[in-house]
């Protein structure tokens, strides 16, 4: 059966599940939910997803409403386990990174974006803040080292990759931080990558 992934291609979190089912080599079915239109909040959607969020992946009679708990998923069912290690530090290490992608990412760049782009009703300034506190810290951890959390590509990277992707879009500046542009080219490398949408 195939995969059906519930899908916006401006959506970053709808991204990094589409990046990895790519990076995995699966086929999959894209059905574009359209926010504009309210798509997200009808009541079929939120028979599936109870938040009435973007993205969904539904496969066979397994629903997973959450872009980080997607990827864990993927990559357990379908992946090797260098993109999610089983040993205790390796998959901390990973989970710090899935942690960040729901806490500090989306508190600063994902926000950011979504005020400057959709015009949500949310503060500028605070966003600016986590972002100023979040790209410092990602220079210093891959200034010395190739991927976010081992020795290879794991789904820290996808799941961080998306919306620092486009964070100028959010108005946010990257260009003094050299060791994340490197980053971002280096997932970009990955054999199946795909590219995030800019809404521009
Ligand atoms: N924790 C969710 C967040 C997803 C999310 O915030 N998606 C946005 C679109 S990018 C959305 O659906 N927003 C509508 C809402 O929260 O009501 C995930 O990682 O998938």
């Known amino acids: ?7 916006n291609p401006v959506s970053g979190h709808a991204h990094r599940v589409r990046l990895f089912l790519s990076l995995l080599g699966i086929e999959f079915e894209s059905e574009n939910v359209n926010m504009r239109e309210g798509e ?103 200034a010395d080292r190739t991927w976010l959390a081992a020795d290879h590509a794991t789904i820290a990277d996808v799941a961080m990759y998306s919306y620092m992707r486009v964070a100028d879009e959010g108005g946010l500046d990257i260009s003094d931080y050299p060791a994340i542009l490197r980053w ?6 990955l054999d199946g990558f795909i590219s995030m949408t800019r809404a521009n």
């Open 1 to 7: 059966m195939t995969i059906k992934l519930y899908d």
């Open 40 to 142: 997200h909040k009808t009541r079929d959607y939120l028979k599936l997803s109870p938040l009435g969020q973007v993205p969904t992946l539904v496969d066979g009679d397994v629903v997973i409403t959450d872009s980080c708990a997607a990827l864990v998923y993927l990559a357990k069912r379908y992946g090797d386990e260098r993109w999610l290690p089983e040993d205790p530090e390796g998959a901390a290490k990973v989970q710090r990174w899935l942690s960040s992608a729901s806490g500090e990412l989306y508190r600063g760049p994902v926000i950011a974006r979504a005020i400057e782009l959709f015009g949500r009703d949310h503060d500028y300034d605070a966003a600016v803040q986590w972002s100023d506190r979040l790209f410092p810290w990602m220079q210093q951890e891959l």
């Open 184 to 189: 971002l080219s280096d997932v970009e490398s």
